[in-house]
T-cell receptor, first 110, second 116 residues
Framework: DTGVSQNPRHKITKRGQNVTFRCDPISEHNRLYWYRQTLGQGPEFLTYFQNEAQLEKSRLLSDRFSAERPKGSFSTLEIQRTEQGDSAMYLC????????FGPGTRLTVL | GQQLNQSPQSMFIQEGEDVSMNCTSSSIFNTWLWYKQDPGEGPVLLIALYKAGELTSNGRLTAQFGITRKDSFLNISASIPSDVGIYFCAGGGAQRTNFGNEKLTFGTGTRLTIIP
């Protein structure tokens, strides 16, 4: 399978814990995006990388969120001190010109 | 965050019927895309539009990029059970930067249900 992959697919955590998600993009794509989707809404942009450089961060990305793409390949999204409001589907997409999405990581914060 | 206006919010149709949905924005976009999302999965790209006025087909799906660059529509002909799901429009390239940032702004979705 050469599509975008995300791990884990589901994560349940207690409030206050840290969580980390991983995204593996399509191999030849140099751009990688993170989006968040809450129930009944469309995905909302969080941040964007071109190769290893993080070029833009949304105001939705609070100080508790950090994303990295250290070698310009896979990316990680970490949420520190999770809150119940962080419960959502976290989607990764990669592109060379058109964005293709992974299956997402569903986070539930208890 | 900003979400595009998508209508209708939901549709209940019989198998074999044609479907039409649209998306409008107060901002200009340089690309329009249509995605379909099944429960618990990520959005799957259906059609990408790159030029104002462009009309593109993908099987039973047809989409158009509005001349004003502020709207797009998607038509599905002769619906089948696997068409059930949520359809999202997305606009890209609203703010051109030197890096060609194409972050997407999504619509609120149209939920398609097929009545047996």
């Amino acid at each position: 399978d050469t599509g975008v992959s995300q791990n884990p697919r589901h994560k349940i955590t207690k409030r206050g814990q840290n969580v980390t998600f991983r995204c593996d993009p399509i191999s030849e794509h140099n751009r990688l995006y993170w989006y968040r989707q809450t129930l009944g809404q469309g995905p909302e942009f969080l941040t964007y990388f071109q190769n290893e450089a993080q070029l833009e961060k949304s105001r939705l990305l609070s100080d508790r969120f950090s994303a990295e793409r250290p070698k310009g390949s896979f990316s990680t999204l970490e949420i520190q001190r999770t809150e119940q409001g962080d419960s959502a589907m976290y989607l990764c997409a990669s592109s060379s010109d058109t964005q293709y999405f992974g299956p997402g990581t569903r986070l539930t914060v208890l | 965050g900003q979400q595009l206006n998508q209508s209708p919010q939901s549709m209940f149709i019989q198998e074999g019927e044609d479907v039409s949905m649209n998306c409008t924005s107060s901002s200009i976009f340089n690309t329009w895309l249509w995605y379909k999302q099944d429960p618990g999965e990520g959005p799957v790209l259906l059609i990408a539009l790159y030029k104002a006025g462009e009309l593109t087909s993908n099987g039973r799906l047809t989409a158009q990029f509005g001349i004003t660059r502020k709207d797009s529509f998607l038509n599905i002909s002769a619906s089948i059970p696997s068409d059930v799901g949520i359809y999202f429009c997305a606009g890209g390239g609203a703010q051109r930067t030197n890096f060609g940032n194409e972050k997407l702004t999504f619509g609120t979705g149209t939920r398609l249900t097929i009545i047996p």
